[in-house]
Structures are given as C-alpha cells and as structure tokens.
C-alpha cells in the first residue's frame, strides 16, 4: 500500500532521465509523479545510468561475489547501455551518497520484472526495502500491471525473507547459463491472476501472510 510522504529535498533534484522508459511509453508511468520518497535517511529518486554505473562499479563486484570468476561478465556495450535507458532505475542516496539502487523493466504489458536491488550492507537489516517496495505497487497497479517478477538466488535468505514478507509466491524455479539456480518470486498486484496461479498450481491453501484476498484494499 503506497504511502503518502511528505517530503523537503534536502539535496538538489537530480535532471530526469533524458528518454522515456519503457514503463513510461508502454504504461504511462512517470515516476517522477511520484518520487522522491523518504525512508528515514534515505532518499529514493530516479536516477539514469550514469548515476547507477558508479555504485555498480564500486559494489556489485562484492555484493554479488562477482569477482571470482564464477559469472560471465559482460562488458558494457552500446546495446546494453541503451537498455540500461529503458529500465527505471531508482537510486536510494544518504546526502549525495548512494547507498542503494533498485532497477526493474516491465518484461510483456502487465508483468514488471525487478532486474536488481541492492544496498550496501549498512543500510540492510533496517526495512528499506520493504518499505521502498510498498511505495512501488501503487503505482504500477494503478498502471495496469498484474504482478511483478524477480528471480533470487535459493542460497539468498535476506532476499528472500525479503519477498515472503512482501506477500510474494514462489510461482517457478530454475537454472540459468548466467545466474545458476533459481527461484522466481511473482508479487501479485491483483487477486484474479494469484487466485488462478494458486487454483491451477498449489495443492495447499494460499498462505501469503496478507490479510485474505476479500480484505485487500486494491489501492
Ligand atoms: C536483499 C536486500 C535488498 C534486502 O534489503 P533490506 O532493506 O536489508 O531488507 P530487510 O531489512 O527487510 O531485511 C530482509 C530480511 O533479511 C534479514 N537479513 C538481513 N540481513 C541479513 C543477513 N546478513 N543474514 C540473514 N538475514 C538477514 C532481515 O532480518 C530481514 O528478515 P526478517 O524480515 O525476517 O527480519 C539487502 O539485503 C541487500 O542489498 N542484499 C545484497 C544484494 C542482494 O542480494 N540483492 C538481491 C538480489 S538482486
């Protein structure tokens, strides 16, 4: 459920990413409406590639134990920074520091799948991902889509309490080439697909730890 905060930029607004996302030209969504949030110290804004490239750089070598060889590391090229501009990159910050980035992209008309999230490890622990999370379904429901996807590695327990206690099913598991195993989690933003996904695919009763689907507000 969105919350409505107020909020006093202590930093001057960064400019808006120069070309539309994909969620802006195929949903309308301008994030821009929406944002900033603030969550304790933490500012969320939107950000571009050329904010989310140094954090990269300087973090996911160890947050994601990329160093090691054990991932195909694929160098930036033209293709790949201009899907970097169709992403929504959100870039949590602590005065001009950032401490975190969020990027997701929808993947078909009502499916928006969250790519990458991270925060440096004194950040963690302290609920800013849920609570940043929140802020995120109400305006892609309000955009129409129906549920959003992430993948996460079985071995992550953070992020994967994480999305439990988002309400998020675990609706597949996988192996990929690039990432190993996985699980998928789908957050769903609507009663009609989760009910056909727990009708169709789940022996057991939905247990999401949300108050039953008739209590939801849809807002
Ligand atoms: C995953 C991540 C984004 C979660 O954000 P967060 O703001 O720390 O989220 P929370 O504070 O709600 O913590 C998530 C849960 O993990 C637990 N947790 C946090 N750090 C942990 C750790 N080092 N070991 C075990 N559990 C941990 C929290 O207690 C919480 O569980 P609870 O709700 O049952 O108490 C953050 O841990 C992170 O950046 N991790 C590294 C990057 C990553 O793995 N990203 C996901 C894959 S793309």
Not at 2 to 24: F, K, N
Not at 144 to 153: K, L
Not at 155 to 171: F, K
Request: hydrophobic share 40%; aromatic share 10%.
């Amino acid at each position: 459920m969105t919350q409505h905060v107020h909020y006093t930029p202590a930093i001057p607004r960064r400019p808006r990413p120069q070309s539309p996302s994909l969620s802006q030209r195929l949903w309308g969504l301008d994030w821009e409406s929406v944002l900033p949030w603030q969550i304790d110290d933490v500012v969320v804004e939107l950000g571009s590639l050329e904010e989310a490239l140094p954090f990269m750089r300087d973090h996911y070598t160890e947050i994601f134990s990329l160093g090691d060889g054990r991932f195909y590391g694929e160098m930036m090229s033209e293709a790949k920074r201009r899907f970097f501009a169709e992403m929504d990159i959100f870039v949590l910050r602590v005065a001009t520091e950032t401490v975190g980035l969020i990027m997701g992209h929808p993947t078909d008309w009502s499916t928006y799948y969250l790519r990458s999230g991270a925060l440096l490890a004194e950040y963690r622990a302290r609920a800013v991902m849920p609570r940043l999370m929140e802020h995120v379904y109400g305006p892609l429901r309000d955009a129409g889509v129906e549920r959003i996807e992430t993948d996460a590695s079985p071995s992550n327990q953070p992020v994967i309490r994480l999305h439990l206690s988002q309400g998020a099913m675990v609706t597949a598991t996988g192996n990929s080439e690039r990432w190993g195993a996985f699980v998928r989690f789908t957050k769903f933003l609507n009663e009609e697909p989760q009910d056909v996904f727990a009708r169709q695919f789940c022996a057991m009763p939905v247990h999401t730890g949300l108050p039953p689907a008739k209590d939801r507000s849809r807002s």
